[in-house]
């Protein structure tokens, strides 16, 4: 799609090698950090490790952009933390807290990096190039980690077989939930900014719900509406006041766009 919208020069004079070691280190290292987390650990803990993703988006923008953190900024963190551990349906007291824990915390922080990295570090290249070349690293670490599991005799490698109620599955998982997802995350953050757009991945689980009930396969929650409605609030709270772009923002999406 990259190369058919945008000619295939501008594909290979992309700056792959800077794109893969990236891409690799947090699309690819992060997403076996959060597979072997929700191994060792359990669905519920996990869950709530995701919904900091928030404090993952404000620790990389201290950190690396230098962001100081208003008290708008402030209410409106702690406000979609909460909405997003509500919106999960879990209490402390389920979660198994240990060594899998770590292991999710340092997925989020590597998503929330690698997030940044991609729409600050390739400004040259489009969205679509953006997400290409640094999906592309995520997806040779994660290979390349699914051989040495092979080789290592480590669980959870075999893949069993694949008959045709299993191929449908697997496109909507590539296509609409890998590939078109992470290009919407990517236009979504580069415009937001990690912190703004972490915040909206805490009312996944609202949606997720929608769905659900949509296709008769779920039931209405209202404990779940109200969590997304103070993620929302967060969103607000947190733009109200100042625009949502910095100066270095507004001239990176002015180049792009």
């Known amino acids: 799609w990259w190369g058919w919208t945008e000619g295939w020069a501008k594909v290979f004079g992309a700056p792959w090698r800077k794109g893969v070691v990236i891409g690799g280190l947090g699309w690819g290292v992060g997403s076996v950090f959060l597979l072997m987390g929700q191994k060792l650990s ?9 919904a900091m993703m928030p404090i993952a988006g404000a620790a990389t923008e201290i950190v690396f952009d230098n962001r100081r953190l208003s008290w708008r900024l402030v209410v409106g963190l702690v406000l ?5 551990y509500l919106a999960t349906g879990a209490q402390l007291t389920q979660g198994h807290f240990g060594f899998g824990v770590a292991l999710c915390l340092g997925a989020i922080f590597l ?3 690698v997030t940044r990295a991609t729409t600050r ?36 490698t075999h893949i069993g077989t694949i008959d045709t109620g299993d191929w449908l599955p697997l496109l909507i ?17 580069g415009k937001l900014g990690i912190l703004l757009a972490s915040f909206h991945m805490n009312a996944v689980p609202f949606y997720v719900m929608v769905i659900l009930v949509a296709l008769s396969l779920g039931q209405w929650h209202w404990l779940q509406v109200g969590a997304v409605a103070l ?11 100042q625009g949502v772009f910095t100066p270095e923002r507004k001239k990176a999406q002015t180049r792009l766009d």
């Open 111 to 113: 998503f929330a990096w």
């Open 80 to 84: 979609a933390v909460l909405g997003g």
């Open 42 to 50: 359990d669905p519920v803990t996990v869950t709530m490790v995701v």
């Open 173 to 189: 998982f590539l296509l609409p939930s890998s590939g078109i997802a992470q290009l919407l995350w990517i236009h979504g953050a």
């Open 231 to 241: 993620v929302a609030l967060g969103v607000l709270v947190s733009q109200m006041g």
């Open 121 to 156: 570090q390739f400004e040259t290249l489009s969205r679509t190039g953006q997400t290409t070349v640094t999906l592309c690293g995520g997806m040779l670490v994660t290979l390349a980690w699914y051989g040495i599991s092979i080789v290592a005799g480590f669980g959870e």
